[in-house]
């Protein structure tokens, strides 16, 4: 085990360039303030212009100092995402899609001497009909467990019912942290169950002037006028961060912090860290 515990740093949904550059320019403030950074993870599933995920920003994230993007039911919006999925050794779709789609659902990663085993699943309840991440995850935890007792869970959901049980289920089986992402509103509900950090949505990195991430006037066009409107991302700033920081020992969480912090546009694209929840 690393000294102080390992540490878990876990960004809510980017969506655009705004999303992507205030994530990058926190992990540079970081680097440049920190001797032991934590492993982080953020899921990309809207990081290209807000649907899907190139490969070149794919590369851009690994780059900024991500070690693991994890996504949902929209990592599929941008076609070329079948041509590097597989070589993508840092990348994750959720895991209950049926056999044989490309990618996977599940890794494990060498960090500072230690073996994080990170699974993304998909929920069911309001989203597109998959198959039940229940006995697929629980599975997943049991081949982790051979390896680490440090397991992660993304678990990208629209209910937070939903949420909640798979949770406190996941929480049963001996796993370290589930947060869940997809409705882009951090929620205040962070917590340890059982020895694993939880919370319901983590949130979203992006523009704050926005509806999650898109602009308001074509979000307002297609709720008032039932009719079909493209949605447009956010480009402004002041930008938000949502995010969560886990301390794990010996696989069982022992702290979890809530982050929420503004993001002026600036030159260099400094992060003020100080307004942290």
Request: charged share 25%.
């Amino acid at each position: 085990m690393v000294d102080n515990g390992l540490k878990i740093l876990f960004f809510g949904d980017l969506v655009g360039k705004v999303g992507r550059n205030a994530v990058s320019a926190y992990l540079a403030d970081m680097q440049k303030n920190n001797n032991t950074m934590p492993f982080v993870i953020i899921n990309g599933e809207n990081a290209s212009h807000g649907f899907g995920l190139t490969e070149k920003n794919y590369n851009e994230l690994i780059s900024a100092g991500v070690d693991c993007i994890t996504s949902g039911n929209h990592i599929w919006d941008k076609k070329e995402i079948f041509n590097y999925i597989d070589s993508a050794e840092k990348l994750l779709r959720p895991i209950n899609y049926p056999i044989g789609t490309k990618g996977v659902g599940s890794r494990l990663f060498e960090f500072n001497g230690e073996k994080i085993g990170v699974i993304n699943a998909l929920g069911r309840v309001f989203m597109q009909p998959l198959d039940s991440p229940w006995e697929i995850v629980k599975n997943e935890i049991i081949k982790l467990k051979e390896f680490t007792s440090n397991i992660i869970v993304d678990f990208h959901a629209e209910a937070t019912a939903e949420k909640l049980c798979f949770g406190r289920y996941l929480s049963e089986l001996g796993i370290s942290m589930m947060v869940g992402t997809h409705t882009h509103l951090q929620t205040a509900d962070e917590s340890i169950i059982n020895g694993m950090a939880y919370i319901t949505d983590v949130g979203f990195c992006g523009a704050i002037d926005s509806i999650i991430g898109m602009e308001y006037e074509t979000s307002l066009k297609r709720l008032t006028t039932a009719m079909p409107e493209r949605y447009e991302v956010a480009t402004s700033y002041p930008a938000q961060i949502n995010a969560v920081e886990v301390t794990l020992c010996d696989g069982k969480a022992t702290e979890i912090k809530r982050i929420k912090l503004e993001v002026e546009e600036k030159e260099e694209m400094e992060v003020n860290v100080e307004s942290s929840v």
